[in-house]
């Protein structure tokens, strides 16, 4: 029987397949050159939706490492409001490579005359006409609602940091990162289970969510934002992320005890910090939770494994996978509304070559 390829599956694949991803240097080495033999310096990567938060997951650890700004600029603005200084090493991501955005952001790129530089998952889409060079990191998703993309995505921008640094001839400690992808799958696995266990718990929370806040920082943020993305499109409810200390002012001035909130921990020195706003937001709401590498005694708190504060991402965008598939499976709510016919027949975000 063929297994249906869910957001789950894909989920559990992306703990089986990490390792592999990361040993395979290919991708990232010729990248790495371009960059190289463009003599660059910053890096703006051109990307939205869940691409653009897989690039968000990686930004803080790029530039911890790197010492250079990284940007990470929507394809719309980018194409309308272009700004690029001579040593900027630019690229777009899209994923399934027919977003028309990207396709424009790479169009005016050409204009500009600048190298036209794509990732994407799939090779023989539409991105291959509008970039001299197509680089895949992740080998196609069939589930629209994308999971082993992000997560491979914000790998692919690490291990291309350390190709960076590996020829520019600079000493490059990668063991703890060895580990980490060695250890991946069998740390994933026991996570899902608390995971799935902590679902279990709240279901009754879960299960009736109006509304749903994500906040962190550093590549926490970016979690936040996949996991707003992700909430939105599959439960169909009003999802917002924000920067930790940006959702204390102004946002946190509307909850309630019906609003569902999730703090993530980014595991370093803003953590006391973190665990002080869900405290706070929990003495008003009974819907909030901490996701965290910490123990506490509190039935709130999510305690997964993790090693370091720049693998966080890689390890907590599963949470909101495995939320997102279960509670939309469970409340059937993946359906569109009827009336989004008519929105698409107005406008679309993919070219007419997409196969949904």
Not at 49 to 75: Q, R
Not at 287 to 302: E, G, P, Q, S
């Amino acid at each position: 029987m063929e297994q249906l390829e869910t957001m789950e599956y894909y989920v559990l694949q992306t703990q089986d397949i990490l390792n592999s991803v990361y040993k395979n240097k290919k991708q990232t080495d010729k990248l790495a050159q371009v960059y190289m033999d463009g003599n660059y310096r910053n890096i703006k990567i051109i990307a939205s939706g869940s691409s653009g938060n897989g690039s968000w997951c990686a930004k803080y650890v790029m530039e911890k490492y790197l010492g250079v700004d990284v940007t990470v600029i929507n394809p719309y603005t980018f194409a309308y409001y272009p700004v690029l200084c001579e040593d900027d090493f630019v690229f777009v991501v899209s994923q399934s490579g027919y977003s028309k955005n990207a396709l424009d952001a790479l169009d005016i790129l050409k204009k500009l005359d600048r190298k036209t530089i794509a990732l994407t998952g799939d090779l023989k889409s539409d991105i291959k006409d509008h970039a001299e060079v197509v680089i895949d990191y992740v080998d196609e998703e069939k589930e629209g609602y994308v999971t082993k993309g992000v997560t491979t995505l914000a790998l692919f921008l690490i291990k291309l940091t350390f190709a960076i640094l590996e020829k520019q001839g600079k000493a490059v400690d990668t063991a703890w990162l060895d580990a980490y992808c060695e250890s991946y799958a069998s740390m994933q696995k026991e996570n899902f289970v608390r995971e799935e266990a902590f679902l279990e718990k709240f279901k009754k929370n879960f299960l009736s969510m109006e509304n749903m806040y994500a906040a962190g920082c550093g590549p926490c943020e970016g979690v936040a934002k996949e996991a707003a993305l992700k909430i939105g499109e599959t439960v169909k409810v009003v999802s917002c992320a924000y920067e930790l200390e940006e959702y204390i002012h102004g946002p946190n001035l509307q909850l309630s005890p019906k609003h569902n909130v999730f703090i993530i921990d980014a595991q370093d020195e803003t953590s006391d910090r973190s665990y002080q706003i869900y405290r706070a937001s929990r003495a008003v709401s009974d819907r909030v939770y901490y996701i965290t590498n910490k123990a506490y005694d509190d039935d709130h708190v999510l305690t997964l494994l993790n090693p370091c504060a720049d693998t966080v991402s890689l390890t907590y965008l599963q949470v909101f996978q495995l939320f997102a598939y279960r509670i939309s499976k469970e409340l059937r709510s993946i359906p569109k509304h009827p009336l989004f016919e008519e929105f698409k027949k107005i406008v679309n975000s993919k070219t007419i070559t997409y196969e949904d």
